[in-house]
């Protein structure tokens, strides 16, 4: 054996014992005639004493030439430590080691093995495999694995079948570029990695599966960001003879379950909010609702006054950012600022401090005057000591906007505390919107969405409020999981194409084996797929998913560590049958 236990476990109970440990050296301090080496593995750090007068003088001098990161083994006794160091599992005891073996010299690493490391981002992505030995992303990585056995426990108390779909496909429309792949045995023919598996998905409750669930990889071939990766992970699960209430009770029920288990957290409400109101209160469809500063929509107390900015106005619309009167016109104006840029692309912002003495002092104060200030602080719902924040401009452009200012006033104000929870639904989601520059309307979620059965009539004549059989579940601003009742007739399938814009020709081409499918009696279903990075990353208390990743991708889709994607040689392009431009 390499080991007899590990680097975490031994303590005041096993001294005197003869014990194997193997692991990499943290660190060691060479005091002359005694040298303290600490050796880490997964587990934890177990302190190494090599003592002049105690240890074979071949070990002592040995340990003498141990350097960071080298792999070694020791044999030896489990002592007393004299200075004990209660912030170690195994700080009351250390080993006096009587033989040691290296097995593996290692190079100094480009960055320290520290929780507090001196390394940046780039070097630490190029030796992932260094990082990984980092208490913070191994822990991630251990909790990531936590978390996915808890679902994997949940669905299959509930019946659920783990089962596998293929990765080669056919390429779909699904509303973002699909990876493609080569294939060498079909020239000039091409598979494509899926963006999700939903087709294999309702295929398999066509087969009569019943409840399917898989923990998968999806591919999308879109731009990057923090949350975002080219490849990700979802909780991927499909149920039959089912309608949205029991889709929302079941996966409402798994995220209790991992609060609870994961985080030791009771959350009993989930409220349900309509995609509507979620536009129009928060002014998006993923609302973090651990605060308030719900959206006031002002036009008909600000609008026909003597100012021009708001009358000229599709939308007047403020929030009360509570406790904030008190801002300096430094603070206000940073603020301004940061509405201007180009990402948030605000022309100007009014506001109005409501002060402890019940009076207004705002910054249109010229034309509106305190009993106009005092009903704009009814609808916004300030506070004496609030400040209300305004901008105006077209409707769905400025709720974009003031929702950005909301959710970075929250972060400033330090009101989305990571260790609290507030999960919610939203649901009755269009069920098509409208490409302006093509004209042409396309499916909010995908095309095997199911309209609402009473909206059925609407998609000849306003396709545009046609609501969706659709739901998403957020957690804390995030939209963490979403899903549908899809259609599950030829007929409605066909009708769901055409407002698409397919030919019969094209949605054969695309789908004609799910439609195909449906003619052998296809059962009503529904199902959801959850974002397993996003939901870990946000259980863990982070805003990104890259540290729950073992081998993440960098803002350009790189994995700088082995130098992918990467250009193929000509032999391989000819066997493909492929010609670059």
Known sequence: MYRSHNCGELNASHINQEVTLAGWVQKSRDKGFMNWVDLRDRYGITQLLFDESRSEKSVFELAKTLGREFVVQVKGTVIEREAKNKNMATGEIEILVKEMTILNAALTPPFTIEDE?????????KYRYLDIRRNPVKNSLLFRHKVAMEVRKYLSDLDFCEVETPYLIKSTPEGARDFVVPSRMNEGQFYALPQSPQTFKQLLMV?????Y??????FRDEDLRADRQPEFTQIDCEMAFVEQEDILNVFEGLTRHLLKEIKGIEVEKFPRITYDYAMKTYGNDKPDIRFEMKFGELNEVAQHKDFPVFNAAELVVGIAAPNCANYTRKEIDALIDWVKRPQVGALGMVYVKCEADGTYKSSVDKFYDQEDLKKWAEITGAKAGDMIFVLSGPADKTRAQLSALR????????????AEFAPLWVVDFPLLELDEESGRWHAMHHPFTSPKPEDMELLATNPGKVRANAYDMVLNGN?????SIRIHDKATQQLMFKYLGFTEEEARN????????FQFGAPP???????LDRLVAILGGQETIRDFIAFPKNNSGRDVMIDAPSVIDEAQLNELHIKLK
Do not use: S, W, Y
Not at 213 to 218: A, G, L, S, T
Not at 407 to 418: D, H, I, Q, S, V
Not at 479 to 483: D, P, R, T, V
Not at 510 to 517: E, I, R, V
């Open 525 to 531: 279903h529904g199902g959801l797929a959850f974002g």
């Open 510 to 517: 695309q789908f004609g084996f799910l439609m195909d499918a």
């Open 213 to 218: 669930f898989q923990i998968v990889k999806c």
């Open 407 to 418: 959710m970075e006033l929250a972060t400033r104000l330090g009101l989305r505390n990571p």
């Open 207 to 211: 087969g009569g599966m019943d409840k």
């Open 117 to 125: 490391t001196d390394g940046g981002e780039d070097i630490r992505m």
């Open 479 to 483: 939209e963490i999981g979403g899903g």
